[in-house]
C-alpha cells in the first residue's frame, strides 16, 4: 500500500496497490489490458484503472472502470508494451509489472468479387480476422468479375485479371484500412481468369492462368506500394496450368495444384525477391483444382477444391514453406466445396464462399499452427463463388 503523506498518526491518505497485469490483445491502433485488482485498495474504495501504452519514446493513457482497459490511438506495425494503475479518492496508485510485447495490426481481411446468383459481383466485403461475425461492405472493384488473383502489403489490396465476360488484363487496389472502391493500379501482360497471387509487403507474384492463348506457366510481379504494370518473373513448372492457389512467407511464394490437361498434384514456389523460374517443392495429398490457399509465415494451407470424377472435396492439408515435401492432412472444411475466397492472419486462416453445389456465403476458420476441421466464423454480404480474398497480415507479412 501506497502512503501519500498527512498528519503524523493519520494514514487516511493511502492509495491503491498495483494491480496483477494480465494479457495485452493488440487490435486495429489499439490494444485491451487485462489485469487483476489488488486486494490492498487503500483507505478509499478503488473508482478506476488506468492503463498506459510505450514504445520507449511515447506514452498513450486511457481509464476504464474494470478490467480490461482499451488504449486506443496506437500506431499499426510498432511494438508496445502496457502497464495499468488503480485509482481511488487520493489518487493513482503505482504501476503494475509490464506486459509482454504486443504490435497493433489492422487485421482486415478482404473478400472480392465472385460469381453471385448467375452474374459477376464487384462487392468488396471485410472482416476482422481475429474475431468472428459477418463481414460488412467495403466497396466496389472497377468492373463485376470472378476468378481474379489477389495480392496484398499491410496496408494495399491489389487485384489483377479475372472474368468480365471476358479475360481480363486490369489491375486494381484498394486502401485496406479504409473502405471505398478500387483505383486503377496498372496491367497484366495478357489478359486472364483463373489466375493465382502470393506475394510479401513489397512484391506481389501473379500466376497468369488462363491468358487469351491458353493455360500458362507465366508469373509475372508488381511492386505493391506503387502502381503500374507487371513485370515478367520467371515460368512455373508446369507449361500448361490453371485454376491454382497461391500463398507465401516473407520470403517463398508457393503455387499449389491445378489443371495442366488433368487435374495437377504439384507443388512448386519460387523466391520473392529475386526473378526465375520456379523450383519443385512436392505433391499434394491428391491431384486437383479449384482448391483455395492461405498461411502464416510458416506454414501453407490449401482447402477443398474439385479431384477426378470433378468431386468436390472437404480436405484442407498442410506444408511446411521453409521446406520441401509433400502436403499433410490438416483437417475438413464444413463441407465440400470449391472456388472460395482465401486469406489469413499470421495465426488464423479463412475460408470464404465458394461452391457446395449451390453458391455459398459461408466464412470459416482455422488455426494455422494447429490442425483440425474449420469452425464457422460467419457469412459473407452476398453468397458467391470464384472470389478472391487478400489481408493485411498474412503470412507474407510476417
Known amino acids: 500500500m501506497a502512503y501519500k503523506g498527512g498528519l503524523i498518526g493519520n494514514d487516511n491518505l493511502y492509495v491503491p496497490d498495483a494491480p496483477t497485469i494480465g494479457t495485452a490483445t493488440a487490435g486495429n491502433a489499439q490494444v ?8 490492498d485498495v487503500g483507505n478509499d474504495a478503488i473508482t478506476g484503472y488506468g492503463a498506459s501504452a510505450t514504445d520507449g519514446t511515447n506514452v498513450i493513457g486511457a481509464t476504464g472502470s474494470s478490467s480490461p482497459v482499451t488504449v486506443t490511438g496506437l500506431t499499426n506495425g510498432t511494438s508496445y508494451t ?5 485509482i481511488n479518492d487520493y489518487g493513482n496508485g503505482p504501476l503494475s509489472a509490464a506486459t509482454s510485447s504486443f504490435t497493433p495490426a489492422l487485421n482486415r481481411a478482404l473478400f472480392a468479387g465472385g460469381l453471385a446468383g448467375g452474374s459477376n459481383s464487384n462487392v468488396i466485403d471485410y472482416v476482422t480476422i481475429g474475431t468472428t461475425g459477418n463481414a460488412i461492405d467495403f466497396g466496389n472493384l472497377t468492373a463485376s468479375k470472378d476468378s481474379l488473383a489477389a495480392v496484398s502489403s499491410d496496408s494495399r489490396g491489389v487485384f489483377a485479371g479475372g472474368d468480365v465476360g471476358s479475360k481480363s488484363n486490369v489491375i486494381e487496389y484498394v486502401t485496406i484500412a479504409s473502405t471505398g472502391n478500387a483505383q486503377d493500379f496498372g496491367d497484366l501482360s495478357e489478359a486472364t481468369q483463373w489466375s493465382a497471387g502470393a506475394g510479401n509487403d513489397v512484391r ?12 500458362d506457366a507465366t508469373l509475372e510481379y508488381i511492386t505493391i506500394a506503387s502502381t503500374g504494370n507487371s513485370t515478367d518473373f520467371g515460368d512455373r513448372t508446369v507449361n500448361d496450368v490453371a485454376y491454382t492457389a497461391g500463398f507465401a512467407s516473407p520470403s517463398r511464394a508457393v503455387f499449389e495444384t491445378g489443371y495442366s490437361s488433368t487435374f495437377s498434384n504439384i507443388i512448386d514456389y519460387v523466391t520473392i525477391a529475386s526473378t526465375g523460374n520456379s523450383t519443385d517443392f512436392g505433391d499434394a495429398t491428391a491431384a486437383k483444382y479449384y482448391a483455395s490457399g492461405l498461411s502464416s509465415s510458416t506454414r501453407g494451407v490449401i482447402g477443398g477444391g474439385r479431384v477426378s470424377g470433378n468431386s468436390l472435396i472437404n480436405v484442407i492439408e498442410y506444408i511446411t514453406i521453409a521446406s520441401t515435401g509433400n502436403g499433410t ?16 492472419s499470421s495465426t488464423r486462416g479463412l475460408f470464404g464462399g465458394g461452391n457446395t453445389g449451390s453458391v455459398d456465403n459461408v466464412i470459416q476458420y482455422i488455426t ?3 490442425t483440425g476441421n474449420s469452425t ?18 498474412h503470412g507474407g507479412l510476417s
Not at 331 to 339: E, I, M, Q, S
Not at 376 to 390: I, K, P, Q, W
Request: aromatic share 6%; proline share 2%.
Open 368 to 370: 494455422i499452427a494447429s
Open 32 to 39: 485491451s489490458v487485462t489485469f487483476t485488482a489488488p486486494s
Open 376 to 393: 464457422d466464423f460467419g457469412d459473407l454480404t452476398v453468397s458467391r463463388r470464384d472470389l478472391t480474398a487478400c489481408s493485411s497480415e
Open 82 to 86: 502496457a502497464q495499468v494503475w488503480a
Open 204 to 215: 506481389g507474384i501473379i500466376h497468369l492462368g488462363d491468358t487469351t492463348s491458353g493455360n
Open 329 to 344: 492432412d490438416f483437417g475438413d472444411l464444413l463441407a465440400a466445396r470449391a472456388n472460395m475466397g482465401a486469406t489469413s
